[in-house]
């Protein structure tokens, strides 16, 4: 097997801006900044799609591109004109995932249904979709787990294939009849499936495997070899002679000889030369004289451009900038198209927690039963764009771009921006003063939700509902060290949010499953070590500390509580504390922070306080108003003791003068922001960290792991923490050891919902077992009446999209 490397076409310097920039379109250059410092500019023409659009799949004569949408709000299939780039008809699905595929007649259009467990069968007449037939697999969810995936036809329209992604098995059905006609089992998680020109070998990409198995339809036998990590889509060449493999994370394509089952090469579809994971390699096509490979980056949201001409010795030529996130990629004579299953933009939500209807001046208000506007998991809807296959020059124009949007290349990783003489180490290996991390990961708030009273930052007071009076400590936290009113999360929801929070990287299978069970559509909250496919590649942080031989130690952070506490990954065994309560609304932080300082004298005894410590304080989700639990306030406010008290003990101990805490939310989801969606408070304590300072320089969670990293000395794990910007601007090399003093509560820890009303009443439905189990726009909803009032009127928005970049100085995007 060969490893290519895709090499830059132009060598071009990252340059990180020392000024403040938010998300939105850059006037200069158009480009678009993302939350995460990535940015956008999309080659091509674009027609709007639905949320999530994961696969597109082209009708034998190129007459219909079928389009399915799965994710968190509506979800939906669309049939589309590819000529003419217009859409022909849509249609609401209740449930849906991934699967599609036309009958060779063009006739027919069967769409998986999810967690339904079946497969919908659409009649084609007159370009429109016609009232489903529906194929069963089994009962629906939760009794039965099944969800099918990819989906292949025969010519005849006589034999139905479908994987799936739940129970991990291959269907052979009869469509006409509609009935199972064999089962066979499969070793993992199934992505894709595709059949072979001579119908006699069905190829299927082994998701959660990271296999592709071969089905022989003659034999009934089934075969597999190793792929690479997270084998998603497949694509055939028109001969059936090479199957290409898009592995996720490895950032690469493994082209297969169908005739000897073997890998001729490996093709590396990242922008530099790296091991990190984070390009999410998902989705590709060929020109139509077979000789040209267009390969989606999903994360890196660009297009790999490779020569196959020759087979195992494929050339890079470039990349193609397109939308956030591509997840598919088809060829139409010389148009690609491309599925961007974010669009173009982030976005503020000031109207985030609440129920909201467009109005004629398109404003927004309160009271709609269309909850689903400015929700987070629903905001950003998905593109299809149309672009020209490109010629040479125009291939490298567009490279050009592509390194122009993004923050990362190989000498980053290796050294990170800083100044000399900072605590924060710039390289791995060099040494700081702070010896011990002790990172609080905390539940879903947005910065101006709790921090938009404070006049130093830009916050708006009218979204603010935990302010100063609520959170006494936090504002305290933020005064007396550092405000930094320009942090956003990475991630939409906890989902993903705790895998961007403790790996800089949350894969596809947590990308593209999360949006499922949040819409309340079935499905497992698989996303915190409970199930291997939701995985990175190379683990999470502590699994780093591990190869890297630094001490750590987790309170309640991917642990299952209760009397038989059991860690979910097997690096955190011997490294966490059994009493230390995981995701319970039951228990008040309070608790957890007592939990931890009992430990932690223990340890400090013996002197063996680990040097990184993940701790979950968590209340900050609150109940909602569900009867006789405590209230959203007194939820906060406990939150927000438990962290005072936990840095006042700490700083009272011998290793506070080599300590730093740092505290974030694991997302933003349950909240309004007037800047973005994802902008969430975030905050620091310790003797080297700066009092006094305010702070507007953009940051994210991926740059907290990689000032974490730097102080521990480890490398980064993923390109999003290698690229991201350390928070060297809060740290000072004259160390303040002043405790810190907490604040008492200013209101009533224990106060407990008493009302009986709708919001009440809605909140009796909710699972607040796990994290995010309770619908998240009926929760923020409530939430926000029982600080404002069951009646209370949301205030019109001053910002309904981007945030124009101030021309304050000239920016340097190269």
């Not at 994710?71 to 003419?84: A, N, T």
């Not at 339809?217 to 055939?236: D, F, K, R, V």
């Not at 990362?408 to 050294?415: C, G, T, W």
């Not at 069951?790 to 101030?806: C, G, Q, T, Y």
Request: glycine share 8%.
């Amino acid at each position: 097997m060969k490893q290519k490397l895709l090499l830059s076409i132009a060598a071009i310097a990252v340059t990180f801006q020392s000024f403040a920039q938010t998300p939105g379109k850059i006037a200069q250059t158009e480009q678009v900044l993302l939350p995460n410092g990535w940015k956008l500019s999309p080659a091509g023409r674009s027609l709007p799609l639905g949320d999530l659009p994961l696969n597109m799949q082209l009708s034998s004569s190129g007459k219909y591109l079928a389009v399915t949408n799965n994710g968190q709000s509506v979800q939906s299939l669309q049939l589309i004109d590819p000529k003419s780039e217009k859409l022909l008809d849509e249609q609401e699905l209740k449930k849906s995932w991934y699967g599609i595929a036309f009958s060779r007649d063009e006739k027919e259009l069967y769409a998986s249904g999810g967690n339904d467990n079946i497969i919908l069968d659409f009649h084609i007449s007159n370009s429109k979709l016609g009232k489903p037939d529906t194929i069963r697999l089994g009962a629906a969810w939760p009794k039965n787990k099944i969800c099918p995936t990819g989906i292949a036809v025969n010519k005849k329209n006589t034999i139905l294939y479908t994987v799936t992604k739940e129970d991990s098995t291959l269907y052979i059905i009869d469509p006409a009849r509609k009935n199972i006609l064999k089962r066979v089992k499969l070793s993992a998680e199934a992505y894709s499936c595709v059949l072979s020109p001579d119908e006699k070998t069905l190829y299927i990409s082994l998701w959660g495997g990271n296999k592709v198995a071969f089905y022989n339809t003659s034999t009934q036998t089934l075969t597999s070899i190793q792929a690479g990590s997270h084998p998603n889509e497949l694509l055939l060449n028109k001969k059936g002679t090479l199957l290409f493999v898009a592995n996720a994370n490895d950032n690469s394509v493994s082209i297969i000889n169908t005739a000897t089952h073997k890998i001729l090469e490996t093709v590396s579809t990242a922008l530099y030369p790296t091991h990190l994971t984070g390009s999410t390699t998902n989705g590709f096509a060929l020109s139509s004289n077979q000789k040209t490979l267009y390969i989606a980056n999903a994360d890196n949201n660009c297009l790999a451009v490779f020569d196959v001409s020759q087979p195992a010795n494929s050339q890079s030529r470039g990349f193609i900038p397109v939308g956030w996130y591509p997840t598919n990629v088809k060829m139409l004579g010389k148009k690609i198209l491309v599925s961007n299953g974010k669009g173009f933009k982030s976005m503020a939500n000031p109207n985030g927690p609440q129920p909201v209807k467009k109005t004629d001046n398109s404003g927004y208000q309160i009271g709609s039963t269309n909850r689903k506007e400015q929700y987070i998991g629903g905001l950003f809807k998905g593109t299809l764009s149309f672009i020209n296959a490109p010629d040479e020059a125009q291939l490298k124009a567009y490279t050009k771009q592509v390194y122009a949007n993004t923050p990362f290349n190989d000498k980053i990783a290796a050294e990170a921006p800083g100044e000399a003489g900072n605590p924060i180490p710039r390289k791995q290996g060099e040494k700081s003063p702070i010896k011990h991390v002790f990172y609080i990961i905390k539940e879903n708030r947005t910065y101006d939700q709790v921090m938009g009273d404070v006049a130093e930052g830009n916050g708006d007071t009218s979204l603010c509902i935990f302010g100063k009076t609520v959170t006494p400590n936090l504002h305290a936290i933020a005064k007396n060290y550092v405000l930094l009113d320009n942090f956003y999360v990475d991630a939409e929801v906890s989902a993903d949010g705790h895998n961007w929070s403790t790996a800089a990287y949350a894969t596809d299978f947590v990308e593209k499953t999360w949006p499922t069970s949040y819409g309340g559509r079935g499905g497992n909250y698989d996303f915190e070590g409970t199930r291997f496919a939701a995985y990175p590649r190379d683990g999470f942080i502590w699994d780093y500390c591990k190869r890297a031989g630094v001490s750590y130690r987790t309170y309640g952070e991917f642990v299952t509580d209760g009397e038989n506490a059991k860690a979910s990954l097997k690096s955190l065994e011997g490294h966490f504390c059994k009493q230390s309560p995981g995701f319970d609304m039951s228990v008040m932080d309070l608790k957890r922070e007592e939990v931890w300082a009992h430990d932690f004298d223990s340890l400090l005894t013996i002197n063996q306080v680990p040097q990184f410590n993940s701790i979950r304080i968590s209340n900050d989700h609150t109940s909602g108003q569900r009867k006789g639990a405590r209230t959203p306030i007194a939820c906060v406010a406990d939150n927000d003791l438990a962290v005072g008290r936990l840095i006042e003990h700490l700083s009272h101990s011998p290793i506070w003068k080599e300590s730093v805490v740092i505290v974030l939310e694991d997302d933003a989801q349950n909240g309004p922001d007037h800047v973005d969606a994802h902008r969430s408070p975030v905050f620091l304590a310790g003797p080297y960290v700066k009092r006094n300072a305010v702070i507007h320089g953009m940051y994210s969670t991926s740059g907290v792991l990689r000032t974490i990293e730097l102080i521990l000395g480890l490398p980064p794990m993923s390109q999003y923490d290698a690229s991201a910007m350390p928070l060297y601007a809060c740290f000072t090399n004259n160390p303040d050891f002043t405790p810190y003093v907490v604040k008492p509560a200013q209101v009533d820890l224990d106060a407990r919902n008493i009302a009986d009303n709708e919001s009440s009443r809605r909140s009796e439905s909710f699972n607040l077992a796990k994290e995010d189990a309770a619908p998240d726009l009926d929760l923020n909803e409530v939430v926000w009446k029982s600080v404002k009032g069951e009646n209370s009127i949301m205030p019109a928005p001053k910002r309904s999209a981007f945030v124009i970049l101030e021309k304050k100085k000239k920016q340097d995007d190269d």
